[in-house]
């Protein structure tokens, strides 16, 4: 590979404008699609989506439409500069590449649910959100009338383990809905189930769970009282800090109901703690 070529390999992720600078100054148009292509390989033989999240992520502070508004009291979602989405089958076919030019820069993927159900779109919304270059991670929806061992099993038997993929998140929240469990386990049987849980797949995955929970359950469940867990909060009224007194949190929950390009109906849509450095920094630790 020639000079020339070598400045587009290093470049082109950066900004697009690269090209046409590069291609009219220095290229022929073979040479040019000699670069695309060894571009192009890079990018699908990378070990991790993690390397093209640095690289390509630009925009910061989105701001998404949303289907039902809110009018926030305090601090804004869009005052962080990182945001995400959480998606399962129920968002149909989704167009990765398009939402992460919107400016999403990390998902969450439904992957399992109880002890022998399969979200029917995991495996196309894994494999689409690297090919995209999107940071994301699988998450469980728990059961409460199944224990928690077959549970955990039954999410590592389908959530491949691979370096660059964010932490598993165990889902806990009523489900209202559900037709075949109306069981409520007391608050110390909850914990100590989550404790199972979040034991078994820290011991798998080697890193470090997340929990999602909404206000309801968190304050039903005394799950303020559960140490050394990164939370990831529902709160789609006011921030998490005037939800949750005193709770620290790695993401927020702000809407279900949002809009973002390349998904088809409500969006549930998520914003990072910290700076755009501190998401850098939290990513590269928890995907080894």
């Not at 689409?128 to 999107?134: M, Q």
């Not at 559900?178 to 011991?203: H, Q, T, W, Y």
């Amino acid at each position: 590979m020639d000079q020339y070529n070598l400045w587009v390999v290093k470049f082109v992720f950066y900004d697009s404008v690269w090209i046409d600078f590069l291609a009219s100054r220095f290229f022929k148009k073979a040479a040019l699609g000699s670069a695309l292509i060894c571009v192009v390989a890079l990018s699908s033989c990378t070990s991790s989506p993690v390397d093209v999240l640095d690289i390509r992520s630009s925009v910061t502070n989105p701001r998404y439409g949303d289907n039902d508004p809110h009018e926030w009291k305090s601090k804004k979602p869009w005052d962080y500069p990182v945001h995400g989405i959480d998606v399962s089958k129920y968002q149909n076919d989704i167009d990765w590449a398009q939402a992460k030019r919107s400016g999403i820069s990390f998902a969450f993927i439904k992957a399992t649910e109880g002890g022998d159900r399969l979200d029917d779109r995991f495996k196309q919304n894994w494999e689409g959100a690297r090919r995209a270059g999107v940071v994301r991670g699988a998450y469980h929806f728990y059961y409460f009338c199944r224990p928690a061992f077959e549970q955990a099993a039954w999410f590592i038997s389908k959530v491949p383990k691979e370096r660059g993929s964010l932490p598993p998140v165990l889902d806990m929240e009523w489900n209202h809905k559900s037709p075949s469990c109306k069981f409520r386990p007391e608050p110390d049987a909850v914990r100590r189930e989550m404790g199972v849980f979040l034991n078994r797949i820290k011991s798998h995955y080697g890193k470090k769970p997340i929990v999602y929970t909404t206000v309801d359950f968190y304050h039903e469940n005394d799950l303020g009282h559960i140490k050394n867990i990164d939370f990831w909060l529902r709160s789609v009224a006011d921030e998490p800090s005037n939800i949750y007194p005193d709770q620290k949190w790695v993401f927020w929950q702000y809407t279900g109901t949002g809009v973002v390009p390349g998904i088809k109906g409500d969006t549930d849509i998520n914003a990072f703690y910290g700076s755009v450095n501190q998401w850098k920094d939290w990513v590269k630790d928890r995907t080894k």
